[in-house]
C-alpha cells in the first residue's frame, strides 16, 4: 500500500465551478498536509498547509484534513482558467520534513 | 526574494553517460533537498541536507547517484553512469530550518536519457 493515494485521473471543469480534490494516506505518523500547484514544466508551489485535523480556508482554496478516516481534500471555490494546474498533496511527520506526495491531479478549467 | 535556482533547465545524455544539476537555495535556508519526479508521479525525496550534513538519503541509489552541498549553501547533484529509467525531473527544494514543513521548490531540471 502506497504511503499517499490520489486518484490522479485529470479533472475538467468549467469556469466558476468548485473543484474537488482529495488524497488518502495509510501514515498514522504524518502531521503536516499539503497541497501544491504545478504549473506544466515548473516546480511545485505551496498553497497551503495545515497542521492536524481541520479546516483552513485561504480566499478561494480550502483545505480540509480528517486524521481519523486518514483522507484529506482541497476545495477551490469560483474556478478560473488560471487555476489551470496539476494539484499534488504532499504530508510528513513532526520533526521529520521528508514530504510524502501524492500523483497528482491535473485540473483543467474550461472558460 | 531570490527563488531556489537550478540549472541546467533541461539535459539530454545517452544511458552510461555522466551528468551533474546545480542548485542554488534561497538565501538563509538551512535545508535543501532534492526530489525526482517521474512523469506522471509526485516528487520523490532523494537526499535532504541540513547545512551541509546529510539528514536522509534513506532513497538515493547511491551506486550511481551522489550529492554534496558544500559550505551549506549550493549543491550538485550527479548522476554516473545514467540509466534509461533516471529519465525525470530533478527538482531542488529548500526550507528555512529543519521542521519546517514549508518547502519552496525550484523549476527543476528536465534530464532525458536515450
Known amino acids: 500500500q502506497k504511503e499517499v493515494e490520489q486518484d490522479p485521473g485529470p479533472l475538467s471543469v468549467p469556469e466558476g465551478a468548485i473543484v474537488s480534490l482529495n488524497c488518502t494516506y495509510s501514515?498514522?505518523?504524518?502531521?503536516?498536509f499539503m497541497w501544491y500547484r504545478q504549473y506544466s514544466r515548473k516546480g511545485p508551489e505551496l498553497l497551503m498547509y495545515?497542521?492536524?485535523?481541520g479546516n483552513k480556508e485561504d480566499g478561494r482554496f480550502t483545505a480540509q484534513v480528517d486524521k481519523s478516516s486518514k483522507y484529506i481534500s482541497l476545495f477551490i471555490r469560483d474556478s478560473q482558467p488560471s487555476d489551470s494546474a496539476t494539484y499534488l498533496c504532499?504530508?510528513?511527520?513532526?520533526?521529520?520534513?521528508?514530504?510524502?506526495f501524492g500523483k497528482g491531479n491535473q485540473v483543467v478549467v474550461i472558460p | 526574494e531570490a527563488g531556489v535556482a537550478q540549472s541546467p533547465r533541461y539535459k539530454i545524455i545517452e544511458k552510461r553517460q555522466s551528468v551533474a544539476f546545480w542548485c542554488n537555495p534561497i538565501?538563509?535556508?538551512?535545508?535543501l533537498y532534492w526530489y525526482q519526479q517521474i512523469l506522471g508521479q509526485g516528487p520523490k525525496l532523494l537526499i535532504q541536507f541540513q547545512n551541509n550534513g546529510v539528514v536522509d538519503d534513506s532513497q538515493l541509489p547511491k551506486d550511481r547517484f551522489s550529492a554534496e552541498r558544500l559550505k551549506g549553501v549550493d549543491s550538485t547533484l550527479k548522476i554516473q553512469p545514467a540509466k534509461l529509467e533516471d529519465s525525470a525531473v530533478y527538482l531542488c527544494?529548500?526550507?528555512?530550518?529543519?521542521?519546517?514543513?514549508?518547502?519552496?521548490f525550484g523549476p527543476g531540471t528536465r534530464l532525458t536519457v536515450l
Open positions: 504532499a504530508m510528513s511527520a513532526s520533526g521529520n520534513n521528508r514530504l510524502a
Open positions: 501514515n498514522s505518523a504524518f502531521q503536516y
Open positions: 538565501s538563509g535556508h538551512a535545508t
Open positions: 527544494a529548500s526550507s528555512p530550518e529543519y521542521g519546517q514543513p514549508e518547502q519552496f
Open positions: 495545515t497542521y492536524s485535523s
